[in-house]
């Protein structure tokens, strides 16, 4: 059975049938500030239960 593809790449283009250039750079920019945005909130999650932990470890208490 044959697998349909749903997902066809269409190329944009501007008036004269060549390339968007401009398009394609601004959807690159669009994905790398997703990107980075992404991975900033990633380090501030983390940084913020290393910081929780710190303060929310049970206290050590030795037993006489």
Same mark, same amino acid.
């Given at each position: 059975m044959a697998? /349909?593809?749903e997902t066809e790449f269409k190329a944009v283009?501007? /008036?004269w049938g060549n390339l968007d250039v401009a398009?394609? =750079?601004a959807e690159a920019m669009k994905m790398r500030n997703e990107?980075? !945005?992404e991975g900033v909130?990633?380090?501030l999650a983390a940084a913020k =239960?290393?910081?929780a932990s710190?303060?929310?470890a049970p /206290? !050590?208490?030795h037993s006489a």
């Open positions: 697998h /349909s593809n283009t501007d /008036s398009f394609y =750079e990107y980075l !945005r909130l990633r380090g =239960e290393a910081v710190w303060f929310s /206290s !050590r208490t």
